[in-house]
């Protein structure tokens, strides 16, 4: 096979359109295209597989027709409640109060109505069954990370200022301290409270290095990026476990509060699901779409696993190599030190200053790298976890209409027993039968709740694959513009180089 010719012309690097004319042409509906498409196309999955004649595909997805094995048993067996609820900040003086001396951000020069303000330009507009509802606008900062508590209980705590249109809040600016437990109470309580949505997922817990600067700061990134992803979704922005999390002065005390009412609820729950739940059934997926899914998700999951593990390669690669430069250039500074031609001492300091410079450059990229492509895999692959959970609510919604229908069938076993047996009094029979009628439309409502997560997961994951597609397009256009600005910055200082070099002879 022939080798096609490669042309190194960095000139025709610079003068390309911009990445943003280059990248506008993506084609969006479809989340495997163009630029998505090298990053996350599955190996070893054949062409004729994703490209073949699959009747039913749907939102850009191809449809695998793999079948159903153990890998695939993990999306039913994820649960959320390993998560704990009441997993909150144990110290009251976390909340902001007069006394702290903590200074609000004025909005004397940022005005509510500026939408520019706010990280989603434009509302979105709801069909209820009352007419439209407005999604409220958020502009929602995580800023301000401050490490306290002894050596054994030190944590980072963060300053959360929200700006919101919304009238559900007590004003439209304020600011709260949160630790990063509290943002994971907020995704259980979303999680819980909402079963078949895919809720944005906090950034994993790391017990290592949690307090080093960079990590702190891409983690601030990422909670960010959560929160007003939240605030964003149709299903959650109004839910009562965010308000709470948003704008509480008294966050400890109100959660626990909030635990104390729900458990209460929970355990009658959890005492009639016991009595009625006397037979498990297990869940065999019968709808193909899900089935299918749940394929294509795992595929998904393992190739941006590997993909984030190139990237987390080229980071190190590029962090290693601005060491190196910048110990290339400490020699070449002390070379000229002990060199006696005056003119050869002043090119190696002008050089070995180069070197710190280009050290820097590197240093610069390295960051861009993490906070362009790599958070966005990282987030994706979180995400996936997201979807395994609503997958999971999907089943355990099933088993309860399986329960109800086991439930029904004992009573009617039951009743056609006692009437066979002549022991059927008119208030006997009354009772019976209107047990049965709660029966059936206990089973009827069951029913209903697992077709309406099934329809809200399949809109779920269409919400998700639009997002994906807009969110790896903008991040690949910034890891490019990125990239070539720093490749630019490079050539600039060689040539400044030059310049300096040329002066320095001139003198002498």
Known sequence: MSETPFENNFDDLLHKPDISETLSNVDVSNPFSDVVSPLIKPVGVSSSLIEGNHADLDNGFFEPNFIKSDKFREFEDLDVSSIKGDDVIDS???????????ERISDSD???????NFTRSSQLDLKGNNGIETIPLFDITVEDPQKIGDPINAHIIYKVRTKTTSGTFKSKDFTVLRRYRDFLWLYNQLTLRN???IVPPVPEKHAIGRFQDEFVENRRQALEKCLNKITSHPKLYNDPGLKLFLESDSFIIDVKRKNQDESKGVLKSLGEAVSNATTFTKFTETDEWFENRKNQLYILDSQLKALLKSVETIVKQR?????????FGDNILS?????????LANHLTILGNLQHQIKELHEKQAQQDVVTLESTIDEYIRLIGSIKVAFNSRSKVYQTWKNAIHDLQKKKANYEKTKTQGKLT????????????????????????????????KAEIDRFDKEKVEDFKNSVEAFLESMVQTQKEIINLW???SVQVEKTEYKS
């Not at 009251?92 to 903590?102: E, F």
Request: hydrophobic share 30%; aromatic share 4%; with cysteine.
């Open 195 to 197: 079963p078949g949505v």
């Open 335 to 343: 070379l000229s030190e002990v060199e006696n031609n005056e003119t």
């Open 426 to 457: 008119q208030e006997r029979l009354s009772f019976l039968l209107a047990q049965l009628a709660e029966s059936e439309n206990r089973v009827e409502e069951c029913k209903n709740d697992f077709e309406d997560v099934s329809e809200l997961i």
């Open 110 to 116: 940022e005005s509510l109505t500026d939408e520019s």
């Open 319 to 327: 962090k290693d190599l601005s060491g190196v430069t910048a110990e």
């Open 495 to 497: 040539e400044s180089y």
């Open 92 to 102: 009251s003086n976390l909340s902001i109060t007069s006394d702290q001396n903590i």
